[in-house]
């Protein structure tokens, strides 16, 4: 008997050896897994990689991550709740296999959930609330507590009152402010501290008018939010109000104090359908799930056992199969790359079963829908569809988070499309490249915005004449002359037009730049001086302009010399060049490095008129033409939306600017594509009244085109007047904010 229990005891270690053996040989043996890393996480990826189990892939953003998972790129990563609802409605082959936990939230499944206290004696529901003194948390507190979150239980109240106030007479016209009114005039003396909008001129403004809001707030005078404000909403409740938003893990917090057990039986939670339950039975409102571990569907059940094995210490629910991982597979470097920062966030849920992104999180809360609010929204052009799908992206982020009006993605065919759908109203804003500054004046549109780059991503555009060329001394010896431009109507153009307008060089008379070019040089190529796209006046010489342009026989062989493409061998900055090398007397480019071209074969004209004595193109910038931004933000001149699309992309900035712990980064790459929407070289958004000086030196290039045409012939054109007046009144109001 003895003799048979030992052989039986060294068999079952024999068993463990084995299956220990057989998880070690699949570890090595399988295909690596790959993970979504960021390149903070390079020197945690070098020492994963050397154990062969898994490789990062680096990705510049959580939706990136999402979109790289979707597609098979990579198996497994962790993302945000905020980053998984933009991706839900969108996605189908994520799915969720874990939770990150941590010990603060102890009485509930979600990191939190807003729940809503009345006193026990209300009724009526959500109709029987107006007038009731409202407490509210206040808001712009992190990415867990949204303002969608925070604002789900007025907007379905004043919804539920039809009293959304559409109709509202509010001093800026915006949404946003028609639903502060709306709040203010449904619900009576209350505390719900702002930050409304967050930014402080403007919410102090809000505050004076709509003070009532504010009125039960301990410091009503600011209308700030207190140290702990889910607890400031039930105190403002206990001591008279009748309606508060808090969280559910706070109203444990709270009723359980001592000094608060006595009057538990006072309130209840108002619940969507408009019962109340007693404080055991809560009912949520929002709930924000947790930090999640996402995966390929293809792969999540063998990625589900292995996380369970690599952290078996870290899981709270494991399987009792799972043999945990040797410890020399170095999970301590795999640890901080797949683990939110925080580190309290230490635990690890398992998901049951394998749901989607949509399955998953419509358990917790309603993911918004992106449309529009009292028939308000902002349509933004765009020219592809990658960069429509990005909008698409955009506009459900935007709508996640409560952002108003929302976004309408409209796409066109290219940029002069949109800017002829603004002028028409089909859509309402567009960022755009600076080369068609000209082109949008012409149709009526103007800049609400700047997007800001670094000093790199500047224009700064030169005149170029060949090395061996000696007759041209001074602007005045380009009369005349063969002419290579990128564009017409470009930034390089207009530049010129106007460097030599202010020295004389071209005539005061006459405000058709178009005229005034043609009759200054002789044959040349301006690719574009054909197309009506340009906005071109019937008095150029197209035939003169366009003389020198050659066709692409690459490209196609039916193309015409002229065009504004990659058809046209002189068509863009390197185009210009290699027309002036073979048949043009000089040209005006961007300054830049042209590995293509020998810099010993150029040397540049200052504008000033002096020639740099030594060849090439990297020049003072007092000698460029101008330095200005590269890109701006364009709308019609005089619209009732002015104001809406200011305070959108006051927000887009605010809430998905630069910055890596964003849910969404705007002004960067989107599935792996580049430029889209704006360029990947944005930093921010600035206003047109900055003090920048590339963008003073932008705003003074098409002022000097402005009031060139709100006078002709020396008489005051009274509409190209009044055009020029009202803008910067409009935009004065619109970015007070900034």
Known sequence: MRYTNSKRGKMGVCRVLVLLLALICEIYTQEPYTICASLKDKADCDQVERKEFVRCKFNLHQVDCLLNIEQDKIDFGRVTPEAALIGAKFLKNVVVLGEFRNNAVKNDSAELSVVVLVRKTHTGGLRNLRGKKYCHPGFKFNQIATDFILKEFENTVLKENNAEGCQNNVITETLFEKEIKAVSDFFGPSCRPGPWIGFEKYDNDFYKNYSKLCELCNNNDKCRPGN??????????????????????????????????????????????????????????????????????????????????????????????????PSDMNIDYLQPILFPEEKDYNQIQIVEGTPSLLEYLEKYRV??????????????????????????????????????PTIKCIQSHNTFACLEDIKTDKVDVVSSDAHFGYIARKKDLAPLAFPD???????????????????????????????????????????????????????????????????????????????????????????????LCQPDPQESKTGVNCNSNSGNRFYGNSGALKCLKEVGDYAVVTQEAYPDFNSNDFKVLCKNGSVVSAAGFNVDENCALTKIIDSEVLAKKVSPKLANIAIVLLNLEAHFGSDRHKSFEVFNAFNNTLDLLFKDSTQGLSSIQSDSEHIKNFVQLFTDVEKCAATIDGKSNSAATLRITILPFAICLLFIFY
């Open 228 to 325: 702990e404000p889910f607890t400031d909403s039930i105190n403002c409740l206990v001591n008279g109000g009748d309606v508060a938003v808090t969280t559910l893990d706070t109203v444990y917090q709270y009723f359980n104090n001592t000094d608060n057990k006595n009057r538990i039986d006072e309130f209840g939670y108002l619940c969507k359908s408009g019962d109340i339950n007693g404080l055991e039975d809560p009912c949520m409102w929002g709930q924000q799930p947790w930090n999640l571990i996402i995966a390929n569907r293809k792969k999540e059940s063998s990625i589900k056992k292995d996380i369970q094995s690599w952290f078996a210490s870290n899981i709270i629910n494991k399987d009792s199969n799972i043999v945990p991982a």
């Open 367 to 404: 993911i918004p829908p992106t449309n529009e609010k009292c028939d308000e929204k902002i349509r933004w052009c765009t020219v592809s569809n990658a960069e429509q799908e990005k909008c698409e992206w955009l506009a459900q982020a935007s709508a996640n988070l409560a952002i108003q």
């Open 453 to 547: 780059t670094a000093g790199k991503d500047r224009i700064k555009p030169i005149i170029v004449i060949r090395s061996t060329e000696n007759d041209i001394t001074s602007l005045k010896n380009l009369e005349g002359k063969k002419a290579c431009v990128p564009e017409y109507g470009g930034i390089e153009w207009l530049s010129f037009i106007n460097t030599a307008r202010a020295q004389d060089v071209l005539s005061h008379s006459s405000c058709d730049y178009g005229q005034l070019i043609s009759n200054f040089v002789t044959d040349s190529c301006m690719p574009g001086a054909h197309d009506k796209e340009h906005e071109i006046s019937g008095s150029i010489n197209q035939d003169k302009l366009c003389k």
